[in-house]
Protein backbone atom coordinates (compact mmCIF):
# COMPACT_ATOMS: atom_id res chain seq x y z
CA UNK A 1 0.00 0.00 0.00
CA UNK A 2 1.62 3.20 -1.14
CA UNK A 3 4.20 2.02 -2.55
CA UNK A 4 4.57 1.29 -6.88
CA UNK A 5 1.79 1.61 -9.02
CA UNK A 6 -2.01 2.70 -7.99
CA UNK A 7 -5.34 1.18 -10.35
CA UNK A 8 -8.60 2.21 -9.99
CA UNK A 9 -10.65 -0.93 -11.87
CA UNK A 10 -14.04 -1.18 -13.03
CA UNK A 11 -16.97 1.21 -12.21
CA UNK A 12 -14.57 2.91 -10.29
CA UNK A 13 -12.25 3.11 -13.09
CA UNK A 14 -14.56 5.00 -15.32
CA UNK A 15 -15.76 7.67 -12.66
CA UNK A 16 -12.70 8.73 -12.03
CA UNK A 17 -11.81 9.02 -15.69
CA UNK A 18 -14.72 10.98 -15.94
CA UNK A 19 -14.01 12.80 -12.18
CA UNK A 20 -10.78 13.97 -14.27
CA UNK A 21 -11.96 14.89 -17.77
CA UNK A 22 -12.31 18.42 -18.82
CA UNK A 23 -16.23 19.65 -18.16
CA UNK A 24 -15.70 22.96 -20.48
CA UNK A 25 -13.70 23.76 -23.78
CA UNK A 26 -11.47 25.96 -21.69
CA UNK A 27 -10.16 22.57 -20.42
CA UNK A 28 -11.36 23.09 -16.59
CA UNK A 29 -11.34 20.19 -14.16
CA UNK A 30 -12.62 18.92 -11.39
CA UNK A 31 -9.76 17.37 -10.24
CA UNK A 32 -6.63 17.32 -12.23
CA UNK A 33 -5.73 14.07 -11.62
CA UNK A 34 -6.24 10.74 -10.39
CA UNK A 35 -3.87 11.18 -7.96
CA UNK A 36 -6.24 13.56 -6.24
CA UNK A 37 -9.38 11.73 -6.18
CA UNK A 38 -7.06 9.52 -4.41
CA UNK A 39 -6.19 12.08 -1.99
CA UNK A 40 -9.73 13.01 -1.26
CA UNK A 41 -12.02 10.14 -1.81
CA UNK A 42 -10.91 7.68 1.37
CA UNK A 43 -12.20 10.63 3.08
CA UNK A 44 -15.32 11.65 1.66
CA UNK A 45 -16.27 7.65 1.92
CA UNK A 46 -15.38 7.42 5.66
CA UNK A 47 -17.10 10.79 6.58
CA UNK A 48 -19.95 9.33 4.81
CA UNK A 49 -20.20 5.71 5.72
CA UNK A 50 -19.69 4.54 2.30
CA UNK A 51 -17.92 1.61 1.85
CA UNK A 52 -17.73 0.07 -1.99
CA UNK A 53 -16.74 -3.36 -3.30
CA UNK A 54 -13.75 -3.96 -5.88
CA UNK A 55 -15.14 -4.56 -9.42
CA UNK A 56 -12.19 -5.89 -11.56
CA UNK A 57 -14.13 -5.38 -15.07
CA UNK A 58 -13.74 -3.18 -17.40
CA UNK A 59 -11.18 -0.67 -17.64
CA UNK A 60 -8.31 0.57 -15.18
CA UNK A 61 -6.59 4.27 -14.72
CA UNK A 62 -3.29 4.41 -12.82
CA UNK A 63 -1.48 7.03 -10.94
CA UNK A 64 2.17 6.13 -11.38
CA UNK A 65 4.83 5.57 -8.70
CA UNK A 66 6.52 8.74 -8.69
CA UNK A 67 3.01 10.51 -7.73
CA UNK A 68 2.73 8.05 -4.96
CA UNK A 69 5.79 8.48 -3.50
CA UNK A 70 5.42 12.50 -3.89
CA UNK A 71 2.43 11.72 -1.40
CA UNK A 72 3.26 9.26 0.60
CA UNK A 73 2.99 11.48 3.83
CA UNK A 74 -0.01 12.25 2.84
CA UNK A 75 -1.67 9.40 2.14
CA UNK A 76 -0.14 7.64 5.44
CA UNK A 77 -1.53 10.55 7.53
CA UNK A 78 -5.04 9.81 5.91
CA UNK A 79 -4.63 6.24 6.43
CA UNK A 80 -3.80 6.48 10.00
CA UNK A 81 -6.69 9.02 10.74
CA UNK A 82 -9.58 6.85 9.13
CA UNK A 83 -8.01 3.63 11.24
CA UNK A 84 -7.90 5.41 14.69
CA UNK A 85 -11.48 7.15 13.87
CA UNK A 86 -13.29 4.08 12.77
CA UNK A 87 -14.59 3.07 15.88
CA UNK A 88 -17.50 1.17 14.29
CA UNK A 89 -14.82 -1.51 13.05
CA UNK A 90 -12.19 -1.42 15.77
CA UNK A 91 -14.40 -0.46 19.04
CA UNK A 92 -11.22 -0.77 21.13
CA UNK A 93 -8.83 2.61 21.41
CA UNK A 94 -5.28 0.78 21.88
CA UNK A 95 -5.95 -1.70 19.32
CA UNK A 96 -6.76 1.40 16.42
CA UNK A 97 -3.69 2.56 17.63
CA UNK A 98 -2.22 -0.81 16.88
CA UNK A 99 -3.76 -1.02 13.42
CA UNK A 100 -2.91 2.31 12.72
CA UNK A 101 0.63 2.84 13.72
CA UNK A 102 2.30 -0.95 14.49
CA UNK A 103 0.69 -3.44 12.14
CA UNK A 104 1.36 -2.13 8.88
CA UNK A 105 3.13 -4.43 6.23
CA UNK A 106 1.92 -7.52 8.17
CA UNK A 107 -0.42 -9.66 7.66
CA UNK A 108 -2.88 -9.27 10.46
CA UNK A 109 -2.92 -5.03 8.92
CA UNK A 110 -4.63 -6.85 5.54
CA UNK A 111 -8.25 -6.29 7.03
CA UNK A 112 -7.16 -2.90 7.85
CA UNK A 113 -5.66 -2.14 4.24
CA UNK A 114 -9.17 -3.34 2.55
CA UNK A 115 -11.15 -1.24 4.90
CA UNK A 116 -9.01 2.22 3.69
CA UNK A 117 -9.29 0.84 0.16
CA UNK A 118 -13.50 0.11 0.28
CA UNK A 119 -13.68 3.66 1.59
CA UNK A 120 -11.13 5.06 -1.60
CA UNK A 121 -13.91 2.91 -3.57
CA UNK A 122 -17.14 4.69 -1.73
CA UNK A 123 -15.59 8.22 -1.58
CA UNK A 124 -15.07 8.16 -5.82
CA UNK A 125 -19.08 7.00 -5.91
CA UNK A 126 -19.92 9.54 -3.55
CA UNK A 127 -17.76 11.87 -5.34
CA UNK A 128 -18.87 10.80 -8.26
CA UNK A 129 -22.95 11.06 -7.73
CA UNK A 130 -22.60 14.56 -6.15
CA UNK A 131 -20.14 15.92 -8.87
CA UNK A 132 -20.81 14.65 -12.36
CA UNK A 133 -23.90 12.17 -12.64
CA UNK A 134 -26.35 14.62 -12.92
CA UNK A 135 -23.93 17.76 -15.23
CA UNK A 136 -24.82 18.41 -18.38
CA UNK A 137 -23.51 21.77 -18.90
CA UNK A 138 -20.80 23.94 -17.00
CA UNK A 139 -23.14 25.28 -14.82
CA UNK A 140 -24.50 22.02 -14.02
CA UNK A 141 -20.69 21.33 -12.55
CA UNK A 142 -20.37 24.47 -10.94
CA UNK A 143 -23.17 24.65 -9.67
CA UNK A 144 -22.96 20.62 -7.93
CA UNK A 145 -19.26 21.58 -6.68
CA UNK A 146 -20.95 24.43 -4.71
CA UNK A 147 -23.96 22.03 -3.43
CA UNK A 148 -21.80 19.24 -2.23
CA UNK A 149 -19.35 21.58 -0.53
CA UNK A 150 -22.31 23.00 0.78
CA UNK A 151 -23.93 19.59 2.16
CA UNK A 152 -20.79 18.75 3.56
CA UNK A 153 -20.27 22.19 5.50
CA UNK A 154 -23.93 21.41 6.65
CA UNK A 155 -23.37 17.61 7.82
CA UNK A 156 -20.33 17.97 9.29
CA UNK A 157 -20.54 21.33 11.05
CA UNK A 158 -17.31 22.59 9.22
CA UNK A 159 -16.46 26.12 8.73
CA UNK A 160 -15.11 26.56 4.91
CA UNK A 161 -17.56 29.91 4.99
CA UNK A 162 -14.59 31.46 2.45
CA UNK A 163 -14.50 28.76 0.14
CA UNK A 164 -18.58 28.63 0.42
CA UNK A 165 -18.53 32.67 -0.47
CA UNK A 166 -15.92 31.87 -3.64
CA UNK A 167 -18.15 29.18 -4.73
CA UNK A 168 -21.42 31.41 -4.65
CA UNK A 169 -20.00 33.60 -6.84
CA UNK A 170 -18.66 31.10 -9.22
CA UNK A 171 -22.49 29.86 -9.14
CA UNK A 172 -23.71 33.20 -10.08
Given at each position: ??????S?R????????????????????????????????P???????????????????????????????????????????????????DE?????????G???????E??????V?????????????SS???????????????????????T????????????N
Amino acid sequence: MFRGEYSFRGTHAEKVIRLTASFDKKGNKLFPRNLDVYLLAPIVGFMYGRKSDLDKSGESTKIFPEQISNEHTTLWFTYRLIILLDEKYEPNFDERVNKAFKYYGREQAQPDEALYEAYVRGGVDILFEKLIASSNSEEDYLKNLYDFMEEFDERYGQTASGVIDLCKLARN
